[in-house]
């Protein structure tokens, strides 16, 4: 059953197992999309994720369309909320604080980055941490790291379920996280704890980077630049998650890993694109449904 989920590519010296991230986004998708018919039959109406999204950013364009074509298809309902770079803060404050008292939202995403001059952190600090289908509010950041529960960022889910669907067993083994983004490195360092890994967070500044890399049997890159880990940095049988996605000049997309060689090495291995990114999407979906039943279920403040 495993290797029918996946995609096999031939080394010279073994066999390294590249996870079809596009696959496996689709079953977490058909899992939410049960989940949102349950809801719907029990309330009435269907989730709603409120997107707010703010200036001309090309790579946000296109990541806000694809959400709200994959939340459609399975039933999700909302709106999307644009502006100008030259929005007014007051402008965007107001409609944050209006989608926080509307009961009948029950995510809120405002997508990144957000234009020079508009501080993101004072802005995601407006969303009501049970609406925070990012995972990036403070609350939400805390619970985390306490160990308790809370909506947790997007991406760091989807590597944890593609390691899962690798089958690898993490307890005792030693995971390197290369990037400490709020978004990425530091929730997905938190997650593997949390499955008993010796956890390394390191980063671009890291001293030895290559060594550190060489330890990991659990290695993620996540910093946004283009082939940062040499393929020979890879630990012979470690698991490659590559989080970046990162366009040359030319117009091809690359990872953060130098992919050729390190499939070489790795036992598992993420292609860049069709590895991570569309489990990001589909982890804001089974967020947005959490969200959802969390709500109804009054399981909406923990933190209070």
């Not at 039959?41 to 200036?55: D, E, N, Q, T």
């Not at 953060?256 to 979906?285: H, K």
């Amino acid at each position: 059953m495993l290797l029918a989920r996946f995609r096999m590519a031939e080394t010279c010296a073994e066999t390294c197992v590249v996870l079809d991230g596009k696959l496996i986004a689709e079953k977490v998708k058909s899992e939410v999309k049960q989940q949102v018919d349950s809801f719907i039959a029990k309330y009435s109406r269907a989730p709603c994720l409120h997107v707010v999204l703010v200036g001309e950013d090309p790579a946000s364009l296109v990541y806000v369309k694809n959400k709200a074509k994959a939340a459609k298809k399975i039933g999700i309902e909302g709106a999307t909320h644009r502006f100008s770079s030259e929005v007014r803060r007051a402008d965007l404050e107001d409609l944050i604080l209006h989608l926080n008292r509307d009961d009948e939202v029950d995510g809120i995403l405002v997508q990144l980055p957000l234009p020079a001059g508009i501080p993101e952190q004072d802005v995601l600090g407006l969303i009501d941490p049970i609406k925070d289908v990012d995972g990036l509010h403070v609350i939400n950041a805390g619970l985390l790291s306490a160990g308790r529960d809370a909506l947790v960022a997007c991406t760091p889910q989807g590597c944890m379920r593609l390691i899962a669907e690798a089958s690898v067993k993490l307890e005792g083994l030693n995971a390197v996280v290369v990037g400490r983004s709020n978004s990425v490195g530091k929730p997905l360092a938190q997650l593997l704890l949390r499955h008993h890994a010796t956890v390394t967070l390191a980063h671009s500044r890291t001293r030895d980077l290559g060594e550190v890399c060489g330890r990991a049997d659990v290695l993620v890159a996540a910093v946004g630049s283009p082939m940062i880990i040499k393929g020979d940095w890879v630990k012979r049988g470690a698991v490659v998650i590559d989080v970046g996605i990162n366009r040359l000049e030319d117009g091809s997309m690359v990872g953060d890993v130098e992919y050729e060689v390190a499939r070489q090495r790795a036992s598992v291995i993420t292609p860049v694109p069709g590895g991570v990114g569309p489990m990001t999407i589909a982890y804001l979906l089974h967020n947005t449904v959490r969200a959802a039943i969390a709500r109804k279920n009054r399981q909406v403040r923990p933190y209070a």
